[in-house]
């Protein structure tokens, strides 16, 4: 993904065009989201993400301090 690396730190309102194959994990760290989406368009939020035309899955994991979104894959 251009502009965008794996374990990258990604700050809350990036717009992120995955396309109709794209595909993120992102977690977040401030409200131990992790989500994996597949497609569409994705902005970055502060607790989860805003998604259009995207398959999304939420899950609850374990974390520790606020920090920005971390980019995954």
Excluded: W
């Excluded at 939020?45 to 998604?51: F, L, T």
């Amino acid at each position: 993904m251009p502009g965008l690396e794996a374990m990258d730190y990604v700050m809350p309102g990036k717009v992120i065009k995955l396309g109709a194959n794209g595909k993120i994990i992102l977690s977040y760290l401030q409200s131990c989201i992790r989500e994996t989406i597949s497609g569409g368009v994705v902005v970055v939020g502060v607790e989860q993400s805003k998604v259009s035309l995207a398959d999304i899955q939420t899950a609850k994991v374990d974390c520790v301090g606020s920090h920005p979104p971390f980019l995954y894959a």
